[in-house]
């Protein structure tokens, strides 16, 4: 399986601020890496598919970089909106895994 | 707009089958792969597996010996078995859709449906 590590776990940060989540696969991939944004009592939502693809309907504050083996979601500026807990997901290889979670808050 | 709704008992038995049932509205059951992924509570994200229109499978090894997925394109619903179910399978079950043009995340989901072992 390959395995996803996210950091930072959590993170509190300030609104205004530029906040950068990692994600790191066991496995180089090349762009099925994706990640959704979870809010407390409801389902995940896709914020980014892909390597740097715009989602619709989702914020034009988060950016997405990466390749082979790391990652990275970027939300700048942060808004109060973006208080949630952050996925990344592999579908490059199954089982597709998620990272643990990057808990977000302000 | 794409909906996905999850239906199922809440309460499933030790030993037992755990039964559910995505319906899908607003997009052809047929041009997509539909997943499931559950969470365990105050966990992360597990992938179970998907299926295609066709009735082609591909499942997590963590639970590939004992879950069944299938679709029934006439009722534009698709399902997950889950047997000899124990408590580490209580967690909230979502079903979601997998489409290959978007380097296949899962670009839908549903609400979510908690299901609890316990006798």
């Known amino acids: 399986d390959i395995q996803m590590t996210q950091s930072p776990s959590s993170l509190s940060a300030s609104v205004g601020d530029r906040v950068i989540i990692t994600c790191r696969a066991s496995q180089s991939m090349t762009r099925y890496l994706h990640w959704y944004q979870q809010k407390p009592g409801e389902a995940p939502k896709l914020v980014r598919y892909?390597?740097?693809a715009f989602q619709s309907g989702v914020s034009s504050s988060f950016s997405v970089t990466g390749s082979e083996t790391n990652f990275t979601l970027t939300i700048d500026p942060l808004q109060p909106e973006h208080v949630a807990t952050y996925y990344c997901?592999?579908?490059?290889?199954?089982?597709?895994?998620f990272g643990q979670g990057t808990k977000l808050e302000i | 707009q794409v909906y996905l709704q999850e239906s199922g008992p809440g309460l499933v038995k030790p030993s037992e089958t755990l039964s559910l049932t995505c319906t899908v509205s607003?997009?052809?059951?047929?041009?997509?792969?539909w997943s499931w992924v559950r969470q365990s509570p105050g966990k992360g994200l597990e992938w179970i597996g998907d299926?295609?229109?066709?009735?082609?499978?591909n499942y997590n090894p963590s639970v590939k010996r004992r879950v069944t997925m299938s679709v029934d394109t006439s009722k534009r619903q698709f399902s997950l078995r889950l047997k000899s179910v124990i408590a580490a399978d209580t967690a909230v079950y979502y079903c979601?859709?997998?489409?290959?043009?978007?380097?296949?995340?899962?670009?839908?989901w549903g609400q979510g449906t908690t299901v609890t072992v316990s006798s």
């Open positions: 299926v295609y229109y066709t009735g082609t499978t």
């Open positions: 892909g390597t740097s």
């Open positions: 607003g997009a052809s059951i047929s041009s997509s792969y």
């Open positions: 997901q592999q579908t490059y290889r199954i089982p597709h895994t």
């Open positions: 979601t859709r997998m489409t290959p043009g978007n380097d296949n995340a899962l670009d839908v």
